[in-house]
């Protein structure tokens, strides 16, 4: 199976990146930053155009010099590095993705440094992939990522994702067919050693005494 990140899927780490959590009362809310707002708003923008395969929507919200690693480890750097990857994984005769959703998840706040122009964020993201070959897979990665404010604007600048290598879908699917290819490999091993053993023991029947 070719390596998955999806650009989609990866790029879906990006989308995480700058998204806040949700206060849990209205004390909270009202203490809140106003930059954790603006964070959100990006976020459901991101992921609403990464879901909708709307690169323009997405990579609107990327800064120039913006650098990301995606699950099968390979690294975009800029815009047009990021649509390249994502297009490459889901476009043309080569394409590894067919369709691919997004639900992403942070496990807190926002942390803002830098007189509150640049976030780090960080959580989870569960994804939803139809391969070209025709197959379904569900992948719960974890991703880092940060946001820098410039003109007043909210930019994404660098962000991670990667799954978890001891246990995933795929790993299970690798174990699996070497294990039926293990299993086929003995059979077959199996076969042409009776059959050469009872090659040679006719043979054996056959010679003169």
Wanted: proline share 3%.
């Amino acid at each position: 199976m070719k390596q998955i990140m999806t650009p989609l899927v990866l790029a879906v780490g990006l989308l995480t990146g700058a998204i806040t959590g949700r206060a849990q009362n209205p004390a909270a809310t009202a203490l809140e930053d106003p930059a954790h707002q603006e964070l959100r708003t990006i976020k459901e923008a991101m992921v609403k155009a990464f879901n909708a395969r709307d690169y323009a929507g997405f990579l609107r919200y990327l800064h120039p010099n913006v650098v990301a690693t995606w699950q099968n480890s390979e690294v975009a750097r800029h815009p047009e590095g990021v649509e390249a990857f994502m297009r490459k994984m889901s476009e043309g005769d080569s394409k590894v993705v067919e369709r691919v959703q997004a639900d992403l998840k942070v496990d807190e706040l926002t942390s803002l440094y830098q007189d509150k122009n640049t976030g780090i964020a960080f959580g989870t993201v569960d994804q939803d992939f139809e391969f070209a070959s025709g197959k379904h897979l569900q992948l719960t990665s974890r991703w880092t990522a940060t946001f820098v404010k410039e003109n007043g604007h909210w930019l994404l600048v660098a962000f991670h994702v990667s799954a978890n290598i001891f246990d995933n879908p795929i790993i299970t699917l690798a174990v699996k067919k070497t294990a039926l290819g293990v299993g086929v490999g003995s059979a077959l091993i199996g076969l042409l050693a009776g059959w050469m053993l009872g090659r040679l023991r006719k043979a054996k029947a056959l010679s003169p005494s």
